[in-house]
């Protein structure tokens, strides 16, 4: 039951951290405006990819680490709350601005292919090393003291699903022109509950600081 708890806890996290606004969801949104749905699938699954990328990265890097220096584990989760809070304020602050997503008038199909489409995706999502910060907290905060196989392998499957749909369904949505004018004209709303929402785990973070 404790590790099924964890499961949900974590997917729960990394679902906010998915949702803020930033370079994977920019690269997402571009697709689907200015190019076609299939393009945005192929980098919304590119942009899944990298994020089971990194999932892999901070669980072995974090297993590795707290085996070593288990003293670093109490830290880990000061730095990871004080970040997402950092996180929350630049979303709330940049809630008004508007996001580059439009296309440019007049611009003709580059013939991009799928794998391009799908290379894009991934690499975007692989520079981004706030990604790999938010994995490596999250994991510090919540992870169980023992991980058995079954849990790992569960945990990185719903990881990858949860990437690649939610990045997916964003391909969708704003592949529609109403529905790409609604998120446009609502975003202030919506960042800034986002926002909140990140703030509200950072402050989880610290206050569950010695637990």
Same mark, same amino acid.
């Given at each position: 039951?404790?590790?099924?708890?964890?499961?949900?806890?974590?997917?729960? /996290?990394?679902?906010?951290? /998915?949702?803020?606004?930033?370079?994977? +969801?920019?690269?997402?949104?571009?697709?689907?405006?200015?190019?076609?749905?299939?393009?945005?699938?192929?980098?919304?699954?590119?942009?899944?990819?990298?994020?089971?990328?990194?999932?892999?990265?901070?669980?072995?890097?974090?297993? !590795?680490?707290?085996?070593? *220096?288990?003293?670093?584990?109490? $830290?880990?989760? =000061? $730095?990871?709350?004080?970040?997402?809070?950092? &996180?929350?304020?630049?979303?709330?602050?940049?809630?008004?601005?508007?996001?580059?997503?439009?296309?440019?008038?007049?611009?003709?199909?580059?013939?991009?292919?799928?794998?391009?489409? +799908?290379?894009?995706?991934?690499?975007?999502?692989?520079?981004?090393?706030?990604?790999?910060?938010? +994995?490596?907290?999250? +994991?510090?905060?919540?992870?169980?003291?023992?991980?058995?196989?079954?849990?790992?392998?569960?945990?990185?499957? &719903?990881?990858?699903?949860?990437?690649?749909?939610?990045?997916? =369904? *964003?391909?969708?949505?704003?592949?529609?022109?109403?529905?790409?004018?609604?998120?446009?004209?609502?975003?202030?709303?919506?960042?800034?509950? !986002?926002? !909140?929402?990140?703030? !509200?785990?950072?402050?989880?973070?610290?206050?569950?600081?010695?637990?």
């Amino acid at each position: 039951m404790e590790l099924m708890i964890a499961l949900l806890l974590i997917v729960g /996290a990394l679902l906010l951290g /998915a949702m803020s606004p930033g370079p994977s +969801f920019l690269v997402v949104a571009r697709a689907a405006v200015s190019r076609s749905r299939q393009a945005a699938l192929a980098t919304a699954l590119g942009v899944g990819l990298g994020g089971l990328v990194f999932a892999v990265l901070a669980l072995l890097g974090l297993q !590795a680490l707290l085996q070593s *220096v288990p003293q670093l584990y109490l $830290l880990m989760k =000061l $730095l990871g709350g004080g970040y997402l809070l950092y &996180l929350g304020w630049n979303i709330w602050r940049g809630a008004s601005r508007p996001l580059p997503v439009q296309a440019d008038e007049g611009s003709q199909p580059d013939g991009r292919s799928w794998l391009k489409a +799908f290379t894009t995706g991934l690499l975007t999502q692989l520079s981004n090393p706030k990604t790999a910060l938010v +994995f490596s907290s999250i +994991f510090a905060a919540l992870l169980p003291a023992e991980q058995p196989l079954w849990f790992l392998i569960t945990l990185l499957v &719903l990881i990858g699903s949860l990437e690649t749909g939610w990045y997916c =369904l *964003v391909a969708l949505v704003l592949s529609s022109p109403v529905s790409q004018k609604g998120y446009l004209r609502g975003k202030r709303y919506f960042d800034r509950i !986002a926002a !909140a929402m990140m703030g !509200a785990l950072g402050v989880r973070l610290l206050t569950h600081s010695g637990s």
